[in-house]
């Protein structure tokens, strides 16, 4: 593996492109998540604000997919 050198002089390693490592955080830690964004996806329904409404929904789809994930 190479180290590349940027121009003020700092290394770095190329970064991997995928990544075999656990997910971070807690069953509970994501849920508490979840619940978030959740919420804030009804907020924005409530506003009008559908863009901003999906895009929490797919926040909290997210957060619902690591839980699933998990052996239990």
């Not at 807690?26 to 979840?34: C, L």
């Amino acid at each position: 593996m190479t180290i590349e050198t940027t121009r003020n002089g700092n290394s770095r390693r190329p970064r991997a492109l995928t990544s075999n490592a656990a997910p971070q955080g807690t069953m509970a830690s994501w849920k508490k998540r979840f619940d978030y964004y959740t919420a804030l996806a009804k907020e924005h329904g409530i506003s009008n604000d559908h863009v901003a409404q999906e895009n929490s929904y797919q926040h909290a789809e997210h957060y619902f997919r690591l839980m699933n994930a998990q052996p239990h």
